[in-house]
């Protein structure tokens, strides 16, 4: 596979080119502004100790609606405001912190890499479809999808330590890291991240330009923001949003990067955005239908 794709790329540095140039412009344009201060702010939220004010607080709900520890809970909150891949690098910082186990860590990749609300309202929305009701649509369903697949994906009943908002704002309080030191930590974490994100951009651009030429929905399979674009050209709502759940090829190569290090598997992964675009594209072709 790699070899063919090396192939291709080299039978055609044209439209190589042309993708790896259009890959640059989105990681200028989008993925740079749109992630990377939540990227900062959700790694603040770690390494501070507020995931535990979080977790607690959200506990209750998702806790029991997906079968995590509350810090599971609050990782799947950070997925939502901060989009791709923002989640994955939530989920990673909490199991390197010792706060997670393994298992739990990559069952929560199943459901906590999401794009962002400021990614589906202003570019797909806005952006593709000239609405922004429309943008606000495809973020609810996306978050029902998202919701679904964590309730199919959620693993066996345990009894998790069970947090107060109280006390854990107390012991937050009483450990309070100095705010240059948390700062510190998250700009690096987050920047690493940006660069395995836009690295990806750049290459699955090139790939699915070379693959994909004329084909705009195969290629959104595998970049995400080529497939909601020609899906806003064509008014279907539905195809957008089951590109916007499955997150295309290129993130799940960035989550896998952000990942691999810590030795979690992706397969859980998969099968969680499998089901999530699935669920997207039959929710959203049922309520654009009934309208």
Known sequence: MFVLVCVMLAL??????????????????????????????????????????????????????????????????????????????????????????????????????????????????????????????????????????????????????????????????????PLMYVLGKSLASAGGAMVNVCAAVIVFNSIAEVFCSGLPYLAGLIEMTRGVFAAGGDENMTAAAIFLSWGGLSVHAQAAAIASPYDLKMKYHTMGKIIAAIFAGVMIFILSSAV
């Open 12 to 177: 055609f540095p044209e439209r190589s080119a042309v993708g790896a140039a259009e890959g640059v412009r989105l990681s200028i344009e989008t993925a740079i502004p749109s992630l990377l201060p939540f990227a900062v702010f959700s790694s603040c939220v770690i390494y501070s100790g507020a995931a535990r004010v979080w977790g607690a607080a959200c506990s209750k709900v998702f806790g029991r609606l997906f079968n995590v520890s509350p810090y599971g809970a609050a990782a799947f909150i950070v997925s939502l405001v901060g989009g791709y891949p923002t989640g994955v690098r939530a989920v990673c910082d909490t199991y390197e912190k010792g706060l997670i186990e393994k298992d739990e860590a990559e069952r929560l990749l199943a459901f906590c890499n999401n794009s962002g609300a400021v990614f589906i309202i202003g570019a797909a929305g806005i952006g593709a479809f000239g609405s922004v009701k429309i943008g606000i649509l495809l973020y609810l369903v996306h978050i029902a999808a998202a919701v679904f697949a964590g309730v199919l994906m959620r693993g066996k009943k345990r009894t998790f330590l069970k947090m107060s908002v109280r006390e854990e704002y107390a012991k937050y309080r009483a450990e309070k890291q």
